[in-house]
């Protein structure tokens, strides 16, 4: 079974900064990657994917996640942090072939952006 | 595009009583998935059906259930709620059931028991 392991629960940066979000998952096959961002009081917005193409993703909003096997990791940051960005952000993961279980979730990351 | 609809936004029902909330996918999408969003267990998948079939469920009661319609749209019915079943119910939709397939999830139900 796969699980999704995400550092920190709360991440906080000021405007302008990096943002870094981390995720690292488990998995006994190849997987399939995402990163999703929750916006108070609605659904879930796909950010990227990995799905064993390029190992660097980009993704809507300036966001992008590199998929690092040897890590087992797929951080996603941005180079500039803006006001917009404070969400909660879900990094997933499904196995090829697993689609019966659907994705599996990390716990979230609940990004602060400080003016 | 229309995106995924759920209904209703909010539902409040009592200990004991059933509750059903309603999924519309985006067209042309054949595979709808339901997650629960409980307050500290995060999200979790609850069941999966593609075209008209139950294909796989999550690590819950029988006691959720639910149905696809020939149109695609599915119905999570939810018998003899307890307290902690108070949760942001998720519904998301797929172009088929192939795993790379993205999910695209609607705004959620919000099912409060007392």
């Known amino acids: 079974a796969q699980s999704v392991t995400q550092l920190g629960s709360h991440v906080s940066v000021s405007e302008g900064a990096l943002v870094l979000l981390r995720c690292n998952y488990s998995?006994?096959?190849?997987?399939?990657l995402f990163w999703y961002v929750q916006y108070p009081n609605q659904g879930l917005q796909l950010l990227l994917k990995y799905t064993s193409a390029a190992t660097l993703v980009k993704g809507i909003n300036g966001f992008e996640a590199e998929f690092k096997k040897s890590e087992t990791s797929f951080h996603l940051t941005k180079p500039s942090a803006h006001m917009s960005d404070a969400a909660e952000y879900f990094c997933a993961v499904i196995v090829a072939g697993g689609g019966a279980d659907g994705l599996t979730f990390g716990k979230g990351t609940h990004l602060i952006i400080q003016p | 595009e229309a995106g995924v609809t759920q209904s209703p936004t909010h539902l409040i029902k009592t200990r004991g009583q059933q509750a059903t909330l309603r999924c519309s996918p985006i067209?042309?999408?054949?595979?709808v998935y339901w997650y629960q969003q409980a307050l500290g267990l995060g999200l979790q998948f609850l069941l999966w059906y593609d075209e008209g079939e139950e294909r796989n469920r999550g690590n819950f009661p029988p006691r959720f259930s639910g149905r696809q319609f020939p149109n695609y749209s599915s119905e999570l019915n939810v018998n003899a709620l307890e307290l902690e079943d108070s949760a942001l119910y998720l519904c998301?939709?797929?172009?088929?059931?192939?795993?790379?397939?993205?999910?695209?999830f609607g705004p959620g139900t919000r099912l409060t028991v007392l």
């Open positions: 067209s042309g999408h054949t595979s």
């Open positions: 998995s006994s096959v190849p997987p399939y």
């Open positions: 998301a939709s797929s172009l088929g059931s192939q795993t790379y397939n993205e999910q695209f």
